[in-house]
């Protein structure tokens, strides 16, 4: 079909138009921010600092506190999501009567907004009449009467859990997804060799739903280095659950009329870019070395 | 007909261009509220053409603040006169109109110089002092006397031992005060911190905190709970109702809080009711004695009209008047920012205890002027309080405190 | 051993279902229990009396349903207004060679990549700039900006799929590009416009970072806003049944929308998954 591409080039403008505008130049424009120190309030001029902003980072208590805090909430969360995500995908992947109602289910935790799941949760962890907080006592968890979103260390593990809580359920549906694609015949013939299920699952199973996996890690790794919303609403990145989208946000928009500390926000949120991008880039190499 | 239609019309036109309309902010709560409204219309008696709108605050401090920041940052005109907690100076100072040269025209002498220190931003007056308070020292005069003390204790020393033996004998706490973890804890610490002779930053803004009487004076408190162990380790909780309810009950010989439990312990169903003294709070060893102070002030929006501004400043004038001022004590129980009220003998009748504050006040102190104020209360609160909880040494957490303060004060 | 393994995975599978469903029904419980109720150290699990009156609270106390409101109104024109860009842009990577179009395909997926707290400052500096803080505008473009990746992509895969011979059919007659998508393709792609605008509605109605930043008055707030700031009477309290009764009331048409198109979604989820 041949179609001249000058009507392409028509199409494709509204798109560029809007995420030059509204992705692009802003993502520049902190770069270039970041070499300088500004701030909102009246009489403070905007000056060039160079690379002052980025040396402070390490200075910054606050700051390497919170990228401790991030890799750490990464690191668990996707680890836990994906093994349990696997779990649940091949459960799901049986047959069974009400099969429906569960994949159904699945859903539901997706469904409901972070911002609202995070306060259902919040009320559940609630110190005093939280249902979560009375049956982590009686497993033995946690001594009674301890404020469980107010303790460091505890805060993080719930906040931990709420995403894993969220999360399980839709890394699931996708490796799911991943599964059903596999063709029964492969399975067919290895029961006809002798293969039992382990032997199937870790022959058969595993090597072809890890590109499936793989990219779900892709995403979810990068939404939990970036998390912001079940932290600010659970804790407000207090006892030590402040992760880097917690603090950035903190330093920009809190500081924004009391100091010069825009310029150095920008850096932070420069850092949490590179971050992000070395990580993706990372995962789509591997990801192409695999498929290769 | 027609002449009187058109001078009326005319006469109209002429009122209705003198007059202003002013907007202020207020608390909402019950007399608070109640008291102003009479006052607006004792104004309004005096100055016809001016007329001001009350604007309801939340009730917290954090949401008006959170409030305020919201209209400067979108250089909103209204509200022109805003009610602000003696914290904010420092933070809305750009967004307010100077006043400085107004000093005689408010009769800025005749204030309590702590208030007058806490609108003060860069040599400059942000703000009138509107109503006051400060720490001070509760103490059960009935055990003091029983146990052969005249008088309530000058020094922290001397309440240390006091407090010792008074409560071993009865079996009751000795002191409380406020440890939880929030704003409050500040406001105690501070008068540990000055009364040893410690400070957070210099008149130049420069972080002083990383000092030997800082770690003495937080040590001194940390000893109170684990040494002389006449406060209660669940202090660590504590904001100022509950403090006020465990020596309500008659649980404890010494309390630190602010004037407004005065009336609730001697309220008819007070197990302490006419037991209670008040004293200023002990010298330290520096021979120096300090109270935190509170309390609000009135401040005029930069980005009203000049004639907003200009009724703005007479209605300010007015209810921070003596007459006003002594009215306010008397109707809400809000204590005067000036020296004279105090003296004053209606004020003496109705409100007797509060005649008694005034050498507190004397001696108030606002809490550091810087534009993030809140960031630094809450550096000194993680670590005043991990010190409390033996969570690391006094040394250790006033050299967090000045670690992070540096970084944030840079 | 059949038994028992039988038994170990219905255990499973009840426990997958309770694990999702669990938080929804307590939040709808926790709603209908009068405050005494709830406030008590062993919760119970079926209330033993039942009220409504959270539910009333909800919307008389506050301005929630005008924050449900500014909700349908950012959400909607986002989705509206993404879907209109992004088919035009994914019919074209779709079905017309051009110079560039790898490029054009990495510069509008990339941007799903982007963290956006790392633009947030950037946008907020625009925004005030232009006057668009609290506004719903000040909302709408970056949300149209943050799903335009999600719809392209999606919609592309759905309109290559499509047979070619309807359209060539209709090129051969004379129509414009604009009128072959407009009459033809987008008619026949409704179930992929239908997944993606869920998708795309769904993803604004929850987001949050941005919208706590850049409207900032109570009465303009969205809806995961003004739940994650609820307020109660003093600064310390929060009526915890009223948010539970709000929680219900916001999440329930989610989860029923999403009940009904659920093969849809999952199909448009998938697609982004599986093709990697």
């Not at chain 1, 500081?255 to 949120?269: E, H, N, P, Q, V």
């Amino acid at each position: 079909m041949k179609i001249k591409g000058s009507a392409a080039y028509w199409m494709i403008f509204p798109t560029l138009l809007i995420i030059s505008i509204v992705a692009f130049f802003p993502l520049f424009k902190t770069f270039y921010d970041s070499f300088f120190s500004f701030g909102l309030r009246p009489g403070i001029e905007r000056k060039f600092v160079g690379l002052e902003n980025y040396k402070n980072l390490l200075r910054d208590v606050r700051f390497v506190n919170a990228l401790k805090n991030t890799i750490f909430f990464t690191v668990v969360s996707v680890s836990i999501e994906t093994v349990l995500g696997l779990i649940v995908a091949l459960i799901v992947h049986q047959k069974f009567t009400l099969r429906g109602i569960v994949r159904a289910a699945m859903l539901v935790p997706w469904a409901i907004p972070t911002a609202i799941s995070s306060q259902m949760w919040r009320w559940m962890f609630h110190d005093q009449f939280g249902i979560m907080t009375r049956l982590w006592e009686r497993i033995g968890i946690i001594t009674p009467g301890t404020p469980i979103l107010g303790r460091p260390g505890l805060a993080m593990w719930a906040i931990i859990f709420v995403d894993v809580w969220k999360t399980t359920p839709f890394m699931a549906l996708l490796i799911l997804a991943g599964l059903q694609v596999i063709p029964e015949d492969i399975y067919e013939a290895a029961k006809i060799d002798g293969a039992n299920s382990i032997q199937r699952f870790f022959k058969i199973t595993l090597p072809l739903v890890t590109p499936t996996i793989a990219v779900a890690l892709i995403f979810r790794t990068l939404d939990a280095l970036r998390v912001f919303d079940v932290v600010y609403i659970m804790t407000r990145g207090a006892v030590n659950t402040e992760t880097l989208a917690v603090y950035n946000r903190h330093v920009l928009m809190d500081r924004a009329f009391t100091g010069a500390w825009f310029g150095y926000g920008s850096a932070i949120s420069v850092f949490i870019f590179m971050l992000i991008m070395i990580f993706a880039i990372i995962y789509i190499r591997s990801l192409k070395l695999r498929l290769d | 007909m027609k002449k009187l239609a058109t001078l009326l019309l005319v006469l109209t036109a002429i009122a209705v261009g003198f007059s202003v309309k002013i907007t202020m902010t207020s608390g909402g709560v019950g007399k608070e509220l109640e008291v102003l409204r009479e006052q607006l219309k004792m104004f309004k008696q005096l100055y016809p053409d001016i007329e001001v709108e009350v604007i309801p605050m939340p009730d917290s401090a954090t949401e008006r603040h959170d409030l305020y920041v919201t209209y400067f940052a979108a250089g909103e005109k209204d509200p022109d006169v805003l009610m602000l907690d003696v914290i904010w100076s420092a933070e809305f100072a750009p967004f307010l109109e100077d006043l400085t040269d107004d000093y005689d025209y408010f009769e800025l002498k005749e204030f309590l110089p702590g208030t007058i220190m806490s609108v003060t931003v860069n040599g400059r007056i942000v703000a009138i002092p509107w109503f006051t308070d400060a720490g001070l020292l509760y103490y059960r005069k009935d055990l003091l006397e029983k146990y052969g003390y005249k008088n309530p204790p000058r020094t922290w020393d001397e309440l240390v031992e006091m407090a010792k033996k008074i409560s071993q004998a009865e079996g009751i706490i000795g002191f409380v005060w406020q440890g939880a973890r929030y704003e409050g804890l500040v406001c105690d610490f501070l008068e540990y911190l000055w009364s040893f002779g410690g400070e957070v930053i210099d008149e130049k803004g420069k972080v002083v905190i990383d000092s030997s009487q800082a770690v003495q004076a937080l040590q001194f408190m940390v000893d109170l709970i684990y040494k002389h162990k006449i406060t209660p380790e669940g202090v660590v909780t504590y904001m100022e109702e509950d403090a006020r309810r465990v020596f309500q009950k008659g649980e404890a010989v010494f309390m630190r809080n602010w004037p407004y439990a005065w009336a609730l312990l001697n309220s008819d169903d007070s197990p302490v009711k006419g037991k209670v003294g008040v004293a200023p709070l002990p010298l330290g060893p520096g021979g120096r004695r300090a109270a935190t102070l509170g309390g609000w002030n009135l401040g005029i929006n930069k980005f009203s009209s000049k004639e907003e501004k200009e009724a703005a400043k007479k209605l300010i004038k007015f209810l921070t008047s003596y007459e006003q001022q002594l009215y306010k004590a008397i109707h809400s129980g809000q204590n005067p920012t000036r020296k004279a009220v105090y003296n004053d003998p209606k004020l003496k009748e109705a409100a007797p205890f509060m005649v008694e504050l005034l050498s507190v006040f004397v001696n108030a102190l606002p809490r550091p002027r810087t534009a993030n104020y809140s960031e630094l209360s809450d550096v000194i609160q993680k670590y005043v309080h991990a010190a409390l909880t033996r969570q690391m040494t006094a040394e250790q957490a006033i050299k967090n405190i000045a670690r992070e303060l540096n970084f944030l004060l840079k | 051993m059949n038994v028992v393994r039988k038994t170990l995975f219905y255990g499973l599978v009840i426990l997958i279902f309770v694990w999702c469903v669990f938080p929804l029904y307590w939040a709808f419980v926790s709603s209908i229990k009068p405050d005494r109720d709830l406030f008590e150290k062993n919760p119970t699990f079926i209330p033993r009396r039942i009220t409504f009156e959270n539910y009333v609270k909800v919307f008389k106390e506050r301005p929630f349903h005008v924050n449900i409101k500014n909700s349908i109104i950012v959400a909607g024109v986002t989705t509206i207004l993404s879907l209109a860009v992004g088919s035009l842009s994914a019919y074209s990577i779709a079905r017309i060679k051009f110079r560039g179009k790898k490029i054009v395909m990495s510069l509008i997926l990339s941007v799903s990549m982007f963290p956006q707290i790392s633009i947030l400052g950037s946008i907020f500096l625009i925004l005030r700039a232009l006057k668009l803080i609290n506004t719903y505008t000040g909302l709408i473009l970056p949300y149209t900006a943050m799903n335009i990746p999600l719809t392209v992509w999606v919609l592309q895969n759905f309109f290559r799929e499509l047979p070619k011979e309807i359209e060539e059919a209709a090129f051969i007659d004379g129509a414009s590009k604009f009128r072959t998508l407009w009459s033809i393709v987008l008619p026949m792609s409704a179930p992929g416009l239908v997944a993606t605008g869920l998708l795309t509605f769904i993803a604004s109605w929850n987001e949050f970072l941005f919208a706590l930043t850049f409207m900032q008055r109570p009465n303009l707030y969205t809806v995961p806003v003004a739940i994650a700031l609820f307020k109660g009477a003093s600064q310390y309290e929060i009526p915890w049944g009223q948010l539970m009764a709000a929680a219900v009331i916001v999440t329930m048409p989610l989860v029923i929308l999403v009940l009904i198109f659920q093969n849809r979604i999952i199909a448009g989820l998938s697609a982004g998954a599986v093709k990697g």
